[in-house]
């Protein structure tokens, strides 16, 4: 009988070091005034392009780097750590924008919008959500029909990440098709009918990209569909798992940015005459922020692995994200206290860090849909359809 091995290779070792490295010297210290002003980080996101973090997952054959999505998680935690807005940027990328065009796309499709995609250049975003559709695929209001071998799109879609930057070159829309069909049409920046609306103002990772995108008799030809005709409600679910995976790196980074925030301020500062870290009820609060990131580590760690071995890991995604979506808020608060009024400045990170919790419990599926998807592999009974 064989052990289990919770050692990680020498290159996924090295890999994570060059990006925390990165996230240390490129990150970091501009961290703070694109969370202020709100703004893009485009030059680190140009840097992460030339360090091929965009392609790490994809073959070398697309100007990838022939990684495992374990690694590229590993990265995101490390990118999350000093920044999480930063490490969703690059998150979405890769799992909403080109993972789907690298899983259903054609040759041509690929050659023409991957490639770009995994050097950085060219950043594609998921249009799923809507005012009345998230998590439920079915809810989207969207349509496209064929006239003239072209789509003709009408619809709206909400909080789209990575739309509307210098970088935004293409949307990958979801749309009834007719026939009770959905399916995923690619839809180039640019294209007559086709808005980006004003950029979100958001509570939380605010240095991401988020916009409302608009449709009106949108047109694009018949070969911009992305995989099958009817297929898109199995390519979104397939892309949902990925990116549920992501999103747990993105919340253990997030805490443990929190916990060495905590730990330092626990060294540093006194109270009463005495060192903070003195005090049982702060350290105790420190060591279960320890406890919660070793545990939401493990928890995506294991829904990775198994992706990456073509094993079934959708129910293991939910878990991962439904827990370290929701340590995330209760760390990050217990952190904001814990540094007293400094905890309750803009420009703290253990204030912007509470901040940026609170979104985790929202992307990608609320904590609601994530444990109904549980609920459901446990072969309960659903009132769903």
Same mark, same amino acid.
């Given at each position: 009988?064989?052990?289990?091995?919770?050692?990680?290779?020498?290159?996924?070792?090295?890999?994570?070091?060059?990006?925390?490295?990165?996230?240390?010297?490129?990150?970091?210290?501009?961290?703070?005034?694109?969370?202020?002003?709100?703004?893009?980080?485009?030059?680190?996101?140009?840097?992460?392009?030339?360090?091929?973090?965009?392609?790490?997952?994809?073959?070398?054959?697309?100007?990838?780097?022939?990684?495992?999505?374990?690694?590229?998680?590993?990265?995101?935690?490390?990118?999350?750590?000093?920044?999480?807005?930063?490490?969703?940027?690059?998150?979405?990328?890769?799992?909403?924008?080109?993972?789907?065009?690298?899983?259903?796309?054609?040759?041509? *499709?690929?050659?023409?919008?991957?490639?770009?995609?995994?050097?950085?250049?060219?950043?594609?975003?998921?249009?799923?959500?809507?005012?009345?559709?998230?998590?439920?695929?079915?809810?989207?209001?969207?349509?496209?029909?064929?006239?003239?071998?072209?789509?003709?799109?009408?619809?709206?879609?909400?909080?789209?990440?990575?739309?509307?930057?210098?970088?935004?070159?293409?949307?990958?829309?979801?749309?009834?098709?007719?026939?009770?069909?959905?399916?995923?049409?690619?839809?180039?920046?640019?294209?007559?009918?086709?808005?980006?609306?004003?950029?979100?103002?958001?509570?939380?990772?605010?240095?991401?990209?988020?916009?409302?995108?608009?449709?009106?008799?949108?047109?694009?030809?018949?070969?911009?569909?992305?995989?099958?005709?009817?297929?898109?409600?199995?390519?979104?679910?397939?892309?949902?798992?990925?990116?549920?995976?992501?999103?747990?790196?993105?919340?253990?980074?997030?805490?443990?940015?929190?916990?060495?925030?905590?730990?330092?301020?626990?060294?540093?500062?006194?109270?009463?005459?005495?060192?903070?870290?003195?005090?049982?009820?702060?350290?105790?609060?420190?060591?279960?922020?320890?406890?919660?990131?070793?545990?939401?580590?493990?928890?995506?760690?294991?829904?990775?692995?198994?992706?990456?071995?073509?094993?079934?890991?959708?129910?293991?995604?939910?878990?991962?994200?439904?827990?370290?979506?929701?340590?995330?808020?209760?760390?990050?608060?217990?952190?904001? *206290?814990?540094?007293?009024?400094?905890?309750?400045?803009?420009?703290?990170?253990?204030?912007?860090?509470?901040?940026?919790?609170?979104?985790?419990?929202?992307?990608?599926?609320?904590?609601?849909?994530?444990?109904?998807?549980?609920?459901?592999?446990?072969?309960?009974?659903?009132?769903?359809?």
């Amino acid at each position: 009988m064989t052990g289990l091995d919770f050692d990680l290779t020498e290159e996924q070792r090295e890999f994570r070091d060059a990006v925390r490295e990165f996230a240390e010297e490129a990150v970091a210290p501009v961290a703070e005034e694109h969370d202020r002003t709100e703004t893009f980080p485009l030059e680190v996101v140009r840097r992460m392009g030339d360090l091929g973090l965009f392609g790490l997952p994809f073959p070398e054959r697309y100007g990838g780097l022939d990684g495992d999505f374990v690694t590229f998680c590993l990265c995101l935690e490390e990118l999350a750590r000093v920044d999480p807005s930063v490490a969703i940027t690059l998150g979405a990328a890769v799992v909403l924008g080109a993972n789907p065009v690298f899983r259903f796309g054609t040759e041509e *499709q690929k050659d023409r919008w991957l490639i770009p995609m995994c050097r950085g250049k060219v950043l594609g975003s998921f249009g799923l959500t809507e005012a009345g559709a998230g998590s439920d695929a079915h809810g989207v209001r969207t349509t496209a029909r064929l006239e003239d071998d072209e789509w003709v799109i009408d619809g709206t879609k909400a909080f789209v990440t990575n739309s509307g930057t210098p970088l935004s070159e293409v949307c990958l829309v979801a749309a009834w098709t007719g026939g009770g069909e959905i399916s995923v049409i690619l839809v180039p920046g640019g294209t007559s009918g086709f808005t980006v609306g004003p950029a979100h103002s958001k509570v939380g990772w605010r240095a991401r990209d988020t916009h409302e995108l608009v449709f009106e008799g949108c047109r694009v030809p018949e070969g911009n569909l992305l995989g099958e005709r009817g297929g898109g409600h199995r390519e979104l679910l397939e892309t949902l798992d990925d990116w549920r995976i992501a999103l747990a790196a993105v919340g253990v980074g997030l805490v443990r940015g929190c916990l060495e925030e905590s730990v330092k301020h626990a060294r540093e500062s006194e109270i009463f005459g005495r060192p903070s870290g003195e005090l049982d009820a702060l350290r105790f609060e420190v060591a279960d922020m320890k406890v919660a990131v070793e545990t939401a580590r493990l928890a995506y760690l294991k829904a990775a692995w198994l992706r990456d071995r073509g094993r079934p890991y959708g129910t293991e995604a939910a878990i991962a994200k439904v827990y370290a979506s929701e340590i995330a808020p209760s760390c990050t608060r217990s952190a904001a *206290q814990m540094h007293g009024g400094h905890g309750s400045i803009q420009g703290s990170p253990a204030a912007r860090f509470y901040r940026d919790a609170e979104m985790l419990e929202i992307e990608g599926g609320t904590s609601e849909t994530q444990r109904l998807f549980i609920a459901r592999d446990l072969g309960l009974p659903s009132a769903e359809p």
